[in-house]
């Protein structure tokens, strides 16, 4: 079965009307709607739009058949909708009931292409009511038109102002001689000018403008009295940056001076006292900036702020700024030579096999010696003799006086031919090390960041990016979390970035989780102030995010501004100020791994070499005194252990 939108509405219609109790009040005088329909009807032919319907809130006080033959002369050509909630005694029944009937009709705002709604009543406390609730469930949003129509005077709606200043909405008053005066509240306005009269209707003077202002104005596109708003801010390199003057500076303050200068406000900068941008708290509260602007602490906050579908709970997004996504931020390391370079050329496992064939020659030179032994030597000294043979060809000292028998030249031409590729090998690369040196990037993805014990990740606190992760269950942002509880995660706030910056290239044991830009911005100034690439980006990014600037819930200035912002974008001028900020972010942004170097070598770089020949002499030493110990052994019947090696 298909149903059409108006039909849709019909039905839910007569479902809330005959839901609702029906108490009608004594028509002591002519219904409101009635008299005031004409003027309605002439407000609306300017001012309703194509495609719109109709939301009506009555108060029980209209009649069903004014009602309909009223609404039917508005031209609403996409339907319209009826809800009554009748007057009581008690405000507290009467509240209830228009929280649900507001909720009702939110509903259909959201299935409708444009809406305005009307609230017709003579009862102040209906029409406080009826807006507080509109406000309160989300009825209205700046493209949702209001218009409340009443014969109460002006003086006794002033408890309205903060209301219908901020919405986009207008006052219908029908006076005793049946005049409509059509009233507009400019939001941030004196006291004496809160209320201006935009127009009059009358039967015999029709329709009359009083202003420039047309119906329903764009009031919060230009503010007309230049108010002074709060704006929460914290630095945040590149976009927001304090410059230890307590004055903020940026591409994302540029824009907000061109917004203010635009729309006509000042402003004034308030920081968040835990210094972050905001996250929901267990109980439900939020904190940073994202916390001020929810509780209308602050009107604006200037971010930037990646958005959220659970920050959409607490404050409204402008139009996009920006995109940025976050990459691994570590300290290159020194191009510096390693003095136990010379063992680098092999790995462990190849010396370790080198040593092992040494082992393996003397035990085949023992066996065959026993077998084919030769018969001017004694057993000890054949195998002692071929196994010195075999570590003067190591070490590419003279071989001269090889074997005799076979078996002695066939194990030393292949050991020869080992050692011939082992050495030119050696040699080749020991050359390479010492003259291209390699400077190590070691963290190009999160999972070469996760899988190394050593190293510790510092995130930047209360970020969207940092409450996704915390958020995850599983994978390896889970990962990340855990590596908490050994240590392995610091988290740190925004003013604490170039002090951790400066760590990192010191220890290449951290790496910084930050945004794209941000770290730019950081290689740029420390390439500013030092003339070097410290830091390196890691290929790999990750976690997207769209960035903007926030408002208070179902603010009209969030749309204005959104307005104005589209037009910076659009026009590259945001990009113009970060590259400004970025003139020496290419130096550093793909530094070399390798480089070629000329200088000559110092002690520093070669003390391992002389290590190993000072610990050589000590273990010739040792054997000495062994052989000395051996000779004293074998020579009892002397008092010098001396004597026999001199005789």
Same mark, same amino acid.
């Given at each position: 079965?298909? !149903?059409?939108?108006?039909?849709?509405?019909?039905?839910?219609?007569?479902?809330?009307?005959?839901?609702?109790?029906?108490?009608?009040?004594?028509?002591?005088?002519?219904?409101?709607?009635? /008299?005031? %329909?004409?003027?309605?009807?002439?407000?609306?032919?300017?001012?309703?739009?194509?495609?719109?319907?109709?939301?009506?809130?009555?108060?029980?006080?209209?009649?069903? &058949?004014?009602?309909?033959?009223?609404?039917?002369? $508005? %031209?609403?050509?996409? %339907?319209?909708?009826?809800?009554?909630?009748?007057?009581?005694?008690?405000?507290?029944?009467?509240?209830?009931?228009?929280?649900?009937?507001?909720?009702?009709?939110?509903?259909?705002?959201?299935?409708?292409?444009?809406?305005?709604?009307?609230?017709?009543?003579?009862?102040?406390?209906?029409?406080?009511?009826?807006?507080?609730?509109?406000?309160?469930?989300?009825?209205?949003?700046?493209?949702?038109?209001?218009?409340?129509?009443?014969?109460?005077?002006?003086?006794?709606?002033?408890?309205?102002?903060?209301?219908?200043?901020?919405?986009?909405?207008?006052?219908?008053?029908?006076?005793?001689?049946?005049?409509?005066?059509?009233? +507009?509240?400019?939001?941030?306005?004196?006291?004496?000018?809160?209320?201006?009269?935009?127009?009059?209707?009358?039967?015999?003077?029709?329709?009359?403008?009083? &202003?420039?202002?047309?119906?329903?104005?764009?009031?919060?596109?230009?503010?007309?009295?230049?108010?002074?708003?709060?704006?929460?801010?914290?630095?945040?390199?590149?976009?927001? +940056?304090?410059?230890?003057?307590?004055?903020?500076?940026?591409?994302?303050?540029?824009?907000?001076? #061109? #917004?203010?200068?635009? +729309?006509?406000?000042?402003?004034?900068?308030?920081?968040?006292?835990?210094?972050?941008?905001?996250?929901?708290?267990?109980?439900?509260?939020?904190?940073?900036?994202?916390?001020?602007?929810?509780?209308?602490?602050?009107?604006?906050? #200037? %971010?930037?702020?990646?958005?959220?579908?659970?920050?959409?709970?607490?404050?409204?997004? *402008?139009?996009?700024?920006?995109?940025?996504?976050?990459?691994?931020?570590?300290?290159?390391?020194?191009?510096?030579?390693?003095?136990?370079?010379?063992?680098?050329?092999?790995?462990?496992?190849?010396? &370790?096999?080198?040593?092992?064939?040494?082992?393996?020659?003397?035990?085949?030179?023992? /066996?065959?010696?026993?077998?084919?032994?030769?018969?001017?030597?004694?057993?000890?000294?054949?195998? &002692?003799?071929?196994?010195? $043979?075999?570590?003067? =060809?190591?070490?590419?000292?003279?071989?001269?006086?090889?074997?005799?028998?076979?078996?002695?030249? #066939?194990?030393?031409?292949?050991?020869?031919?080992?050692?011939?590729?082992?050495?030119?090998?050696?040699?080749?690369?020991?050359?390479?090390?010492?003259?291209?040196?390699?400077?190590?990037?070691?963290?190009?993805?999160?999972?070469?960041?996760?899988?190394?014990?050593?190293?510790?990740?510092?995130?930047?606190?209360?970020?969207?990016?940092?409450?996704?992760?915390?958020? /995850?269950?599983?994978?390896?942002?889970?990962?990340?979390?855990?590596?908490?509880? @050994?240590?392995?995660?610091?988290?740190?706030?925004?003013?604490?970035?170039?002090? =951790?910056?400066?760590?990192?290239?010191?220890?290449?044991?951290?790496?910084?989780?930050?945004?794209?830009?941000?770290?730019?911005?950081?290689?740029?100034?420390?390439?500013?102030?030092?003339?070097?690439?410290?830091?390196?980006?890691?290929?790999?990014?990750?976690?997207?995010?769209?960035?903007?600037?926030?408002?208070?819930?179902?603010?009209?200035? !969030?749309?204005?501004?959104?307005?104005?912002?589209? $037009?910076?974008?659009?026009?590259?001028?945001?990009?113009?100020?970060?590259?400004?900020?970025?003139?020496?972010? *290419?130096?550093?942004?793909?530094?070399?791994?390798?480089?070629? @170097?000329?200088?000559?070598?110092?002690?520093?770089?070669?003390?391992?070499?002389? *290590?190993?020949?000072?610990?050589?002499?000590?273990?010739?030493?040792? !054997?000495? @005194?062994?052989? @000395?110990?051996?000779?004293?052994?074998?020579?009892?019947?002397? *008092?010098?252990?001396?004597?026999?090696?001199?005789?």
């Amino acid at each position: 079965m298909i !149903v059409d939108f108006k039909s849709l509405q019909l039905l839910l219609t007569v479902t809330v009307t005959v839901t609702l109790a029906k108490i009608y009040l004594p028509h002591s005088l002519e219904e409101t709607l009635r /008299v005031a %329909g004409a003027g309605v009807a002439a407000v609306a032919a300017r001012a309703l739009r194509p495609q719109c319907s109709i939301i009506l809130f009555i108060d029980g006080s209209t009649s069903a &058949t004014t009602v309909f033959s009223e609404l039917e002369g $508005l %031209g609403a050509s996409w %339907g319209f909708t009826v809800f009554e909630v009748t007057a009581e005694s008690n405000s507290a029944n009467q509240e209830a009931r228009l929280s649900r009937v507001v909720a009702q009709a939110r509903q259909l705002r959201q299935m409708s292409w444009c809406v305005t709604v009307m609230v017709v009543s003579d009862d102040s406390t209906f029409l406080a009511a009826s807006v507080k609730w509109a406000l309160k469930g989300r009825l209205l949003l700046w493209s949702t038109r209001f218009l409340a129509i009443t014969r109460r005077p002006l003086s006794d709606l002033s408890h309205l102002y903060t209301s219908f200043s901020m919405m986009n909405a207008m006052l219908l008053i029908l006076d005793a001689s049946s005049w409509c005066s059509v009233y +507009v509240h400019l939001p941030y306005s004196p006291m004496e000018t809160q209320v201006v009269q935009v127009a009059s209707w009358s039967p015999h003077h029709n329709l009359t403008f009083h &202003t420039h202002l047309q119906l329903f104005p764009e009031k919060f596109s230009r503010l007309k009295y230049g108010p002074l708003l709060v704006v929460a801010a914290e630095e945040f390199p590149p976009h927001v +940056v304090n410059d230890n003057t307590k004055i903020f500076k940026g591409p994302l303050v540029n824009l907000l001076n #061109l #917004l203010a200068h635009s +729309v006509n406000f000042t402003f004034k900068f308030s920081r968040p006292p835990d210094g972050a941008w905001g996250l929901k708290r267990p109980d439900g509260s939020w904190s940073g900036m994202i916390g001020m602007v929810g509780r209308q602490e602050a009107d604006l906050g #200037l %971010g930037p702020f990646g958005i959220s579908s659970i920050r959409a709970e607490m404050v409204d997004f *402008t139009r996009l700024i920006l995109v940025d996504y976050i990459r691994i931020m570590g300290g290159r390391g020194r191009s510096e030579v390693d003095p136990w370079g010379f063992l680098l050329p092999l790995q462990p496992l190849v010396w &370790t096999f080198l040593l092992a064939t040494l082992l393996m020659l003397l035990g085949t030179s023992f /066996v065959l010696s026993l077998y084919f032994p030769r018969r001017d030597t004694s057993l000890a000294s054949q195998v &002692t003799t071929n196994f010195g $043979l075999y570590i003067r =060809v190591l070490l590419q000292q003279d071989t001269r006086g090889g074997g005799k028998h076979w078996w002695e030249r #066939l194990v030393l031409g292949g050991w020869l031919v080992m050692v011939l590729v082992l050495s030119r090998t050696y040699a080749g690369m020991l050359t390479s090390i010492l003259a291209v040196r390699y400077i190590p990037q070691p963290y190009q993805t999160l999972r070469d960041l996760v899988d190394d014990s050593r190293a510790t990740m510092v995130f930047e606190a209360g970020t969207i990016s940092m409450q996704y992760i915390q958020s /995850v269950q599983s994978g390896i942002f889970r990962e990340v979390m855990d590596s908490q509880k @050994v240590g392995r995660l610091m988290l740190v706030t925004t003013a604490e970035y170039l002090k =951790v910056a400066d760590t990192i290239a010191k220890k290449g044991s951290q790496a910084l989780i930050v945004e794209d830009l941000t770290s730019k911005v950081i290689m740029t100034e420390h390439f500013s102030l030092t003339g070097q690439c410290d830091f390196y980006q890691s290929r790999e990014v990750f976690l997207p995010a769209f960035f903007c600037m926030i408002g208070q819930k179902e603010s009209p200035l !969030v749309p204005a501004l959104s307005n104005r912002i589209k $037009l910076v974008t659009e026009a590259g001028l945001y990009d113009y100020w970060m590259k400004q900020l970025s003139i020496n972010s *290419t130096r550093c942004e793909r530094p070399p791994t390798r480089i070629t @170097v000329k200088t000559t070598l110092s002690l520093a770089n070669l003390w391992g070499m002389f *290590t190993v020949l000072a610990g050589g002499l000590m273990l010739g030493l040792v !054997v000495l @005194v062994l052989e @000395v110990f051996t000779a004293c052994l074998h020579h009892t019947r002397n *008092t010098s252990c001396l004597v026999p090696l001199s005789s």
